[in-house]
């Protein structure tokens, strides 16, 4: 049974830094794209950022980039995602999701099958 849990949400201070975990239980965690996107009040929930199979070509949307890193630790089953420099944009429930195959072609919604019940980030101005 897959199950993600979320951590490590709260409130910020614009420019300030948070660091999300996610802890992934369910079989071979390194076969997998893991991701995470966000939702924003009123919003439709979109990708952030995703490490694949590999580990070696992470991809970020692009108002992320340079500022969000996502990482995995394989050993203990988490991902992480660390977020620096921090704007009211942010603001979102941030999820995390594994995908539904091995091979992700895309980083829509439906390419993954498995979420976390989410964790809160309001970053303040």
């Known amino acids: 049974q897959v199950r993600l849990v979320e951590s490590g949400g709260g409130l910020v201070q614009a420019g300030g830094s948070l660091r999300l975990s996610c802890a992934a239980s369910?079989?071979?965690?390194?076969?997998?794209?893991w991701a995470w996107f966000r939702q924003a009040p009123g919003k439709e929930r979109v990708f952030v950022a995703a490490?694949?199979?590999?580990?070696?070509?992470?991809s970020y949307t692009d108002s992320v980039k340079g500022r969000f890193t996502i990482s995995r630790d394989i050993a203990n089953r988490m991902v992480y995602l660390h977020m620096n420099n921090l704007n009211a944009e942010d603001t979102a429930d941030y999820y995390c999701?594994?995908?539904?195959?091995?091979?992700?072609?895309?980083?829509?919604?439906?390419?993954?099958?498995?979420w976390g019940q989410g964790t809160q980030v309001t970053v303040s101005s």
């Open positions: 999701a594994r995908s539904r195959y091995t091979t992700v072609t895309s980083m829509r919604i439906n390419e993954f099958a498995y």
């Open positions: 369910g079989p071979s965690f390194s076969i997998w794209t």
């Open positions: 490490i694949d199979r590999t580990g070696e070509q992470p």
